[in-house]
């Protein structure tokens, strides 16, 4: 499965998010550190969440990274995240 897939699919399960929106922005980052060929090393992440309600902007981020951290293990090397409750 691709890595865009699995964080999508992993995002929806554990937060039970109402919206996921993941892209692939490893082209941008060619030569760059943590790139390599293939892409799935930088991608730009958009979740909506109740789970974030309530919780500050570090806290949603530290949820997100602990779900993905099987992700970063596969070669994740930067991780743009927009996490939002529903409503904001």
Excluded: C, Y
């Amino acid at each position: 499965m691709a890595l865009r897939d699995w964080i999508d699919e992993a995002l929806r399960r554990e937060l039970a998010a109402e919206h996921v929106q993941v892209e692939d922005e490893s082209h941008r980052h060619a030569g760059h550190a943590g790139w390599r060929e293939g892409g799935e090393t930088h991608f730009r992440v958009d979740v909506v969440s109740a789970a974030f309600a309530g919780k500050s902007r570090v806290e949603r981020h530290r949820l997100v990274n602990r779900i993905l951290a099987p992700a970063f293990a596969r070669g994740l090397h930067a991780l743009a995240l927009k996490a939002r409750a529903p409503g904001e």
